[in-house]
């Protein structure tokens, strides 16, 4: 028998905890309140060291990478978390590592201890999933740096002590800046998204920032940023997952339970069928991020990448909306879980890419 890996161990422990601590009443409040989460939980997942699970020992992080991560992510989907996990630990916690400056280290440290959040503005309202920036600017005015930009919805921002934005200066150069929400200029739009999660969409308008507020210091942003977006899609999968699997287990469970005709639905080929088919639909998505996982620091990572949100986002529509079905009308009251669970699916199909955007990438790469 092989000894369990790690990853393995780290992803039981979450689960675990998710389990014992996180129930529907949780979700539903994190999701009401002011921020979208509960401070108490967000307090405690830090102290599980989830937040600096990708994070270098010698900046008091775990050290671990995208597998110990997506672990974590899969126990994420599970209990529908509504605190910043991937936000922090799967995005701005890695990117602050990698950036290695003493600004970058001392908000890093901030945010893995939950002292602080911060969340990355880097996607552009009008831009779709090109993450080339071409709309958010940097000048030097003065002793300062104005920023001009109007982003795309981001999850977590409400709330957030910290913006990370992404903006090229005049020499084409990425700059990542560390703005705070009161600064001057900066509009804060909050909607909900499908899964009734918070959305903020910010605008900056001439915001005036001190010169020190730009956390690269010559780093070559561009490459990081691209590399942890792709880091996050590859959790996104992790977290329709394990979502998923929910979803398998307590379909097949309303179907022992549910009796039709005088036996349990279950007992219906048909319907033993279909569940067979989300079934499949779970272990090709999970295969697909076992190999991205795998071919990391490989030539064939961009690929892997791109095909595991292929197959991820369309499992999620597929097992999501087949949940819903063998439920009947129930399976869309927010009263059970399992509508729940369907649109956090939805929103997963569409995160850091959709599966078009994806299979475009995937063409484009192709030797």
């Known amino acids: 028998m092989l000894e369990p890996t790690d990853a393995e161990i780290l992803r039981d422990h979450a689960f675990k905890w998710v389990d014992e601590n996180y129930g529907e009443d949780r979700e539903k409040a994190g999701r009401d309140s002011a921020t979208g989460f509960d401070a108490v939980l967000h307090d405690a997942i830090a102290q599980q060291g989830w937040l600096g699970a990708m994070v270098p020992e010698d900046k008091d992080g775990t050290g671990g990478d995208l597998a110990e991560m997506a672990g974590i992510m899969q126990a994420v989907g599970r209990g529908l978390v509504s605190e910043p996990v991937l936000s922090i630990g799967g995005i701005t916690a890695p990117l602050l590592a990698r950036l290695g400056t003493p600004a970058a280290d001392t908000l890093l440290a901030q945010i893995m201890n939950g002292e602080k959040t911060a969340v990355l503005c880097h996607y552009e309202r009008d831009a779709g999933f090109d993450r080339g920036l071409s709309d958010s600017t ?16 981001v999850l977590d921002v409400v709330g957030a002590d910290v913006l990370l934005v992404t903006a090229r200066d005049a020499a084409g150069r990425m700059a990542l800046l560390a703005v705070t929400p009161d600064t001057r200029g ?26 020190d507020a730009d956390l690269a210091e010559g780093a070559d942003v561009d490459a990081l940023v691209s590399r942890v977006l792709d880091g996050a899609a590859l959790l996104v999968c992790a977290e329709a997952i394990g979502a998923m699997d929910v979803l398998i287990a307590e379909t097949e469970t309303y179907l022992q339970t549910r009796k039709q005709f005088g036996q349990p639905l279950s007992q219906f080929q048909v319907l033993q069928h279909r569940m067979v088919d989300m079934l499949m639909h779970l272990e090709e998505a999970q295969s697909t991020l076992e190999a991205a996982l795998d071919a990391q620091g490989t030539a064939r990572e961009a690929r892997a990448i791109a095909l595991a949100k292929i197959v991820c986002a369309r499992a999620a529509r597929y097992v999501s909306q087949e949940a819903v079905q063998l439920h009947g009308g129930i399976g869309m009251t927010d009263d059970l879980r399992i509508s729940r669970y369907f649109r956090r699916l939805m929103l997963s199909e569409t995160m850091f890419g959709d599966a078009d955007w994806h299979a475009e990438k995937y063409r484009q790469l192709r030797p």
């Open 186 to 211: 900066l509009t804060l739009d909050q909607h909900r998204s499908v899964d009734q999660r918070r959305l903020g969409t910010a605008r900056f308008e001439g915001c005036r920032l001190p010169t």
């Open 138 to 153: 940097l000048r030097p005015v003065d002793d300062t740096l104005d920023l001009n930009a109007a982003k795309a919805p």
